[in-house]
């Protein structure tokens, strides 16, 4: 099936810096990527909507100029989180939809193993 | 408002046991719904996905229901095992955009030797 990788699956940094999430599919091209952050025991919350060639799209409430997404290729979206602070700990996953033909939705959606990020 | 409510919150279940989870919804227009698994500290992975003109697939000792005339789907486990503890996730799409994916709040499921 299908492949998301997430690299790196955990990372820690000092607060000030900034980290560079990637997100690839690995056997199909992703018209579509997601970014999610999920804290402790709860689910998966959007942060936005990556589409290749194009700005992403921002969830309300969440600071793109904090959490810069670019989707430079069909297989490949990166997400930054500029200046980290220790509030910024999370899990960030990111997910792929390969697109169907005549623009329907209902492409499958493939995760990535997420990556744990620790602001020290 | 779209949203995806599912219940319970968590389960404990003892090994070799059945269970069934639920989800609500009041997403529109519907799309379909996708039932995922997560591990703790993983991603989420694909259990079943269904449209609005299916209302059972199963996946192995996994079986989902939809109705789509009441709005619930339910994933039913059949002799559970020690490695189906994990958070069960129920999200559903509608047409009409990238970002149209609702999801639960999971159901954390604890199976139990």
């Known amino acids: 099936g299908a492949v998301v990788s997430q690299h790196p699956s955990w990372v820690i940094c000092k607060s000030g810096t900034s980290v560079k999430i990637e997100c690839r599919s690995l056997?199909?091209?992703?018209?579509?990527m997601f970014w999610y952050r999920q804290f402790p025991k709860q689910s998966l919350m959007l942060m936005a909507t990556s589409n290749e060639g194009s700005k992403a799209t921002y969830e309300q409430g969440v600071e793109k100029d904090k959490f810069l997404i670019n989707h430079a290729s069909l297989t490949l979206s990166t997400l930054t989180v500029t200046s980290a602070h220790p509030e910024d700990s999370s899990f960030y996953i990111c997910s792929a939809r390969w697109r169907l033909a005549g623009g329907t939705n209902t492409g499958e959606l493939f995760f990535g193993e997420g990556s744990r990020l620790t602001v020290l | 408002k779209n949203q995806v409510e599912q219940s319970p919150q968590s389960l404990i279940i003892l090994e070799g046991k059945n269970c069934t989870l639920q989800?609500?919804?009041?997403?529109?227009?519907?799309?379909?719904l996708r039932w995922y698994k997560q591990d703790t500290g993983r991603g989420p992975v694909s259990l079943t996905i269904?449209?609005?003109?299916?209302n059972t697939k199963s996946n192995g000792r996994y079986t989902a229901t939809l109705d789509a005339d009441t709005k619930q789907s339910s994933l039913h486990i059949t002799a559970s095992q020690l490695s189906d503890s994990a958070s069960y996730i129920c999200v559903v799409s509608a047409y009409g955009g990238y970002n149209k994916l609702i999801f639960g709040a999971g159901t954390r499921l604890a199976v139990h030797p």
């Open positions: 989800c609500n919804y009041t997403v529109s227009p519907f799309s379909n």
């Open positions: 269904m449209t609005f003109s299916e």
């Open positions: 056997d199909f091209q992703a018209t579509t």
